[in-house]
């Protein structure tokens, strides 16, 4: 079952040091994108991003990174930041401690950045202590399903629309599968919020 926004129950039982939102964050939303980078993908989104102003997080895969390493450039040249979300989207519930950690670190090893989120929100429970050594551990308020195609970009604008406040954290996924929903709710998105008043940040592992 889906849950565009993560149970409640979810936040209580996670360390504090687990963000699902940025709070004090007023009329700030953080956008970020997921499992990137891609050739074409990223290249829009970014371009959507230049036209609005609006900043973002990338948590890339370091072996799409290792690939495309000028458009992960342009990523930093273009005033965003960059997330670890391991080298091969490795699943925590399903790999070793080890494995799971070798897997960040080879990431690292692509390019540097203190901020970290596990694939498919897995949370490596028995990681977590070593991980917030290096990195703050990125979670989500709002999930779109982007890559889902049962799931419609309406369905993903009003959601989002409707549920987020300041400091909600927003993921999408700059890749091939979402890429016709990502494109085109984001800017419809990003224009409403930005009509309101919000501004789009990226994530800062200092200010968290
Ligand atoms: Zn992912």
Redesign the pocket.
């Known amino acids: 079952m889906y849950f565009f926004s993560p149970p409640a129950i979810l936040k209580w039982i996670t360390p504090s040091y687990v963000y699902w939102n940025v709070e004090n964050a007023q009329r700030k939303i953080y956008l970020t994108l ?2 990137g980078p891609d050739e074409r993908v990223t290249t829009e989104v970014l371009s959507i991003l230049k036209d609005f102003g609006a900043r973002a997080t990338f ?1 890339c ?1 370091g072996k799409n990174a290792e690939k495309h390493p000028a458009i992960l450039e342009n990523i930093l040249l273009q005033g965003h930041a960059l997330g670890n ?1 391991t080298y091969s ?1 490795c699943n925590a519930w399903r790999t070793s401690k080890s494995g799971f950690m070798k897997d960040v670190k080879k990431c690292d090893e692509v390019f540097r950045s203190s901020l970290m ?1 596990p ?2 929100g897995n949370l490596p429970l028995y990681g977590l202590n070593e991980l917030n050594k290096q990195y703050k551990i990125i979670m989500w308020s709002l999930m779109s399903f982007d890559f889902d195609k049962r799931i419609a970009s309406d369905a993903i604008v009003s959601h989002f629309a409707a549920n987020t406040r300041s400091g909600s954290v927003w993921v999408f ?1 700059d890749n091939m599968k979402a890429r016709e929903r990502c494109l085109s709710a984001l800017p419809l998105l990003i224009d409403h919020f930005m009509k309101k008043g919000f501004v789009f940040e990226k994530l800062d592992a200092r200010k968290l």
């Open positions: 997921d499992d948590f895969l979300h989207h989120r694939p498919y996924h």
